[in-house]
């Protein structure tokens, strides 16, 4: 899809994704893994939301879906 808004190939945008080691692939954890990083988030900031949430598992270098 985002190939198609920037009107080019597919495979030249996995090519440009790949010379600049940009990842768009998910993390591999299991659910127990996220369970605990997650848990973990809330007790230092029980009151923040989704995208505070978000941030941090990116932080800790984790892409999740």
Do not use: C, W
């Not at 090519?15 to 230092?44: C, P, T, W």
């Not at 923040?48 to 999740?64: A, D, E, I, K, W």
Request: hydrophobic fraction near 35%.
């Amino acid at each position: 899809k985002l190939a198609r808004v920037m009107d080019i190939h597919r495979n030249t945008l996995h090519s440009y994704l790949k010379q600049n080691d940009v990842s768009y692939k998910y993390s591999l954890i299991s659910d127990a893994g996220l369970d605990h990083a997650v848990r973990e988030f809330r007790q230092m900031k029980p009151n923040s939301g989704v995208r505070y949430l978000t941030g941090h598992l990116r932080q800790l270098g984790l892409q999740v879906q």
